[in-house]
């Protein structure tokens, strides 16, 4: 493996307007120390490990749930073992994997999330039409006291619970492996070819643009750093009225080409649940 004195991050000037944008998402988050032994798992009993067998099939089959159940009783005769119902299969699933959502406090006329430079607010600021929107965050008791309790959330779910999932399966951690070893093949050719050979380009990973990342921007040095993209367009959801909610997805570079695209292969973030297109869709 090619091991030139690339620079690292700090080391790479960029723009006063981008390292206030990094500065503002990151919002004083700083990396953890590196776990120094593998995750622990949790012990699953014959019963749930059948429940999510049983629930895998029936998600990728897209069963109904008057399926779930009439497979899941013919199962659990057939085993001698109780399978979980569709509520416990889902709640044993999302403890396993952390996919769990987060409410996120947002506009109840969809202008802005509370996030960034919003968060302390309980008003909304944004500009909509001309007039400042000016919607409570919370709810007001009887006697027009703001409560705790806020009059929208919408629902967003963690990018890393599902890469790390990824990651936990050996043939999907294969595949997320994709976009380094094109990687790794063109900085050899880049080194050694020393143009007598002809490049060829077929995706991210042997792209002049990944290779500048690498080499003057100092990241995706590990295997497994992960490369995102993010994609967000309006939906219409009701008749006569334009892009009400915006869906929000990421799609893995990482993942070879033929799969990448696949529903089954992109994370959905989020959808700005309405009933007017976000007003400033950074915020969310």
Same mark, same amino acid.
């Given at each position: 493996?090619?091991?030139?004195?690339?620079?690292?991050?700090?080391?790479?000037?960029?723009?006063?307007?981008?390292?206030?944008?990094?500065?503002t998402?990151?919002?004083?988050?700083?990396?953890?120390?590196?776990?120094?032994?593998?995750?622990?798992?949790?012990?699953?009993?014959?019963?749930?490990?059948?429940?999510?067998?049983? &629930?895998?099939?029936?998600?990728? +089959?897209?069963?109904?749930?008057?399926a779930? @159940? %009439?497979?899941?009783?013919? #199962? =659990?005769?057939?085993?001698?073992?109780?399978?979980?119902?569709l509520?416990?299969?889902?709640?044993?699933?999302?403890?396993i994997?952390?996919?769990?959502?987060?409410?996120?406090?947002?506009?109840?006329?969809?202008?802005?999330?509370?996030?960034?430079?919003?968060?302390?607010?309980?008003?909304?600021?944004?500009?909509?039409?001309?007039?400042?929107?000016?919607?409570?965050?919370?709810?007001?008791?009887?006697?027009?006291?703001?409560?705790?309790?806020?009059?929208?959330?919408?629902?967003?779910?963690?990018?890393?619970?599902?890469?790390?999932?990824? &990651?936990?399966?050996?043939?999907? +951690?294969?595949?997320?492996?994709?976009?380094? @070893? %094109?990687?790794?093949?063109t #900085? =050899?050719?880049?080194?050694?070819?020393?143009?007598?050979?002809k490049?060829?380009?077929?995706?991210?990973g042997?792209?002049?643009?990944?290779?500048?990342?690498?080499?003057e921007?100092?990241?995706?040095?590990?295997?497994?750093?992960?490369?995102?993209?993010?994609?967000?367009?309006?939906?219409?959801?009701?008749?006569?009225?334009?892009?009400?909610?915006?869906?929000v997805?990421?799609?893995?570079?990482?993942?070879?080409p033929?799969?990448?695209?696949?529903?089954?292969?992109?994370i959905?973030a989020?959808?700005?649940?309405?009933?007017?297109?976000?007003?400033?869709?950074?915020?969310?």
């Amino acid at each position: 493996m090619l091991e030139p004195p690339f620079p690292t991050p700090d080391q790479c000037v960029v723009p006063e307007q981008v390292e206030a944008l990094h500065n503002t998402l990151l919002n004083g988050y700083t990396l953890p120390d590196p776990p120094d032994s593998p995750p622990s798992s949790e012990n699953l009993d014959n019963s749930q490990l059948l429940t999510l067998k049983h &629930y895998t099939a029936w998600h990728r +089959s897209n069963g109904t749930v008057k399926a779930y @159940k %009439l497979h899941a009783a013919v #199962l =659990q005769q057939a085993t001698g073992e109780t399978i979980l119902s569709l509520y416990m299969a889902r709640k044993l699933a999302a403890s396993i994997t952390e996919l769990t959502p987060t409410n996120i406090d947002i506009c109840s006329n969809s202008c802005i999330a509370y996030t960034g430079e919003f968060a302390e607010m309980t008003s909304c600021p944004h500009i909509r039409d001309k007039k400042v929107c000016g919607a409570p965050r919370y709810k007001r008791a009887p006697d027009g006291r703001d409560t705790s309790r806020p009059r929208a959330q919408m629902m967003t779910l963690p990018i890393m619970a599902t890469i790390r999932a990824l &990651y936990g399966d050996a043939t999907s +951690s294969e595949l997320m492996r994709h976009r380094d @070893k %094109l990687l790794q093949q063109t #900085l =050899q050719l880049v080194a050694s070819a020393a143009g007598r050979q002809k490049r060829t380009y077929s995706d991210f990973g042997d792209s002049d643009t990944h290779l500048f990342h690498r080499n003057e921007l100092g990241l995706f040095a590990d295997s497994r750093d992960v490369a995102l993209a993010l994609s967000t367009d309006g939906a219409q959801l009701t008749m006569k009225k334009l892009s009400d909610t915006w869906l929000v997805i990421i799609m893995l570079f990482n993942l070879p080409p033929t799969i990448r695209y696949f529903s089954g292969s992109v994370i959905y973030a989020f959808a700005t649940p309405g009933p007017n297109p976000p007003g400033h869709i950074e915020s969310f």
